[in-house]
């Protein structure tokens, strides 16, 4: 069974810059597993933010960005604003089957 | 613009089967590359992708529910259908169906419905 890992929990203050990262029990993560980030928000549905590591839709805010970092997918936010306190799912391919993440939950404090 | 909506029983009994239809718009499920995916997440917890069927009739399911599942579509009716056999109290999730667009082998899920709870219960 395969598990995908990201921290239960990050805070960052108004301003700050946060890294949230996705870890792949099959090894590292590369370009291969396409991740893919999203929001959500209680009570409502995800909202897809990055795609394919590092690609954005035209509503992501610039803000967000996507890359691979010492074998894990990562999102990073700079410059977060009170509004990005949510939590965050990634998600990789693995050749035909996906499998989300256990979810970070952002604090903005 | 695109739009999907599941629609389907809010409550069901433990062994029966579950079927929950996608009803979408703003994109044709028999052009190249698209794709309806579904996903669920009880309350709470994570969430869970569940299968996808793409315009071209291939189907994907997670390996661990794979014996449970079953997706079909109405290209013209707009529609895919899933249906989860031997339903269980741990299957009680909001269940999203998400469009899969084009892009490389995997493809990603821009746009999604509002969710249906399902509760199962006896």
């Known amino acids: 069974q395969t598990v995908v890992t990201q921290e239960p929990s990050l805070t960052v203050s108004p301003g700050g810059t946060v890294t949230l990262t996705c870890a792949s029990s099959t090894g590292a993560v590369t370009s291969g597993y396409y991740p893919n980030w999203f929001q959500q928000k209680p009570g409502q549905a995800p909202r897809s933010l990055i795609y394919?590591?590092?690609n954005k839709h035209s509503w992501t805010p610039a803000r967000f960005s996507g890359s691979l970092l010492g074998g894990k997918a990562a999102l990073t936010l700079s410059g977060v604003q009170p509004e990005d306190e949510a939590e965050y799912y990634c998600l990789l391919y693995y050749g035909g089957a996906w499998v989300f993440g256990g979810g970070t939950e952002l604090t903005v404090l | 613009q695109i739009t999907l909506k599941e629609s389907g029983p809010t409550l069901v009994k433990p062994t029966q089967t579950l079927t929950l239809t996608c009803t979408f718009s703003?994109?044709?499920?028999?052009?190249?590359?698209?794709?309806v995916g579904w996903i669920r997440q009880p309350p709470g917890k994570a969430l869970e992708w569940l299968a996808l069927?793409?315009?071209?009739?291939?189907?994907r399911y997670s390996p661990s529910l794979k014996s449970r599942l079953t997706v079909t579509k109405d290209t013209s009716k707009n529609q895919v259908v899933l249906t989860m056999t031997n339903m269980d109290p741990v299957d009680t999730a909001t269940y999203y169906c998400?469009?899969?667009?084009?892009?490389?082998?995997?493809?990603?899920?821009?746009?999604w419905g509002q969710g249906t709870l399902v509760t199962v219960s006896s």
């Open positions: 069927i793409y315009w071209d009739d291939d189907k």
């Open positions: 703003g994109f044709s499920l028999s052009t190249s590359g698209v794709g």
């Open positions: 998400a469009h899969r667009a084009y892009y490389g082998s995997s493809g990603y899920f821009d746009y």
């Open positions: 394919s590591t590092s």
